[in-house]
């Protein structure tokens, strides 16, 4: 069966300081990958999908950027933090089907 | 910019009750799904429905499609205290893209 993992799970970090969060899939190939955040009580907005390696569309003008160094491996960075850059992210893949799959989430505090 | 708008943003109802909420969008789309988050937590997919379904039901959940108003309905019936998350439906506007635009959510709240 399909796994997701997202890690860390909780992160506080200085503004100015860099960020890394990664999400990696199990038991699937070549799926469809994603990036969310969500601020407190609201939507989703997203970030970045990827449909294959090195495939990155990036939706919103930020300081963040996303890799997709192997098939099943989602990183996203900063090089400097804002404390704009505070809230929930989420990592998800899906395959044909539509439907999308979500790992457990990072929260992000930027002080 | 977000699409599917969600309605309403809270509600609160008694076990048992049934649960209404509703989803607007402004383009056209391949499929319509809703999802559930727990506080804290990743989203959960529930249920998918295609621009051609008008119906689907999964268990306890009944979501109806209606592509003339652009709009969707989740109603959850006989609700149980373990229903209490938040509900956002998402579309993937286009045929072939799986580019998903999420709506705002509908936070529901079952008091035992």
């Known amino acids: 069966s399909q796994t997701i993992h997202q890690w860390p799970a909780t992160l506080v970090q200085p503004v100015g300081s860099p960020l890394s969060l990664e999400c990696t899939v199990e038991?699937?190939?070549?799926?469809?990958l994603y990036w969310y955040r969500q601020a407190a009580g609201r939507g989703l907005q997203l970030l970045f999908y990827?449909?294959?390696?090195?495939?990155i569309s990036s939706e919103v003008p930020q300081n963040l950027s996303a890799s997709r160094p192997q098939d099943r491996q989602f990183i996203l960075s900063s090089k400097k933090l804002l404390l704009s850059d505070s809230g929930f992210y989420l990592c998800?893949?899906?395959?044909?089907?539509?439907?999308?799959?979500f790992g457990p989430g990072t929260r992000l505090t930027v002080t | 910019s977000q699409q599917g708008e969600e309605d309403p943003q809270a509600l609160s109802i008694q076990e048992g009750e049934n649960a209404t909420m509703n989803c607007s969008y402004k383009?056209?789309?391949?499929?319509l799904q809703w999802y559930r988050q727990n506080s804290g937590r990743g989203l959960v997919h529930l249920i998918l429905?295609?621009?051609?379904?008008r119906e689907k039901h999964s268990g306890r959940l009944r979501v109806t499609l209606d592509t003339s108003k652009k709009s969707s309905s989740l109603l959850i019936t006989a609700s149980r205290a373990a229903d209490t998350a938040s509900y956002f439906c998402?579309?993937?506007?286009?045929?072939?893209?799986?580019?998903?635009?999420f709506g705002t959510g509908t936070r529901l709240k079952v008091l035992a």
């Open positions: 998800a893949w899906s395959g044909p089907s539509y439907e999308q799959y």
């Open positions: 038991g699937t190939s070549n799926p469809n």
């Open positions: 990827s449909v294959g390696i090195g495939q």
């Open positions: 383009t056209s789309i391949n499929n």
């Open positions: 429905i295609r621009s051609n379904e």
């Open positions: 998402a579309t993937a506007p286009t045929s072939g893209t799986y580019k998903y635009i």
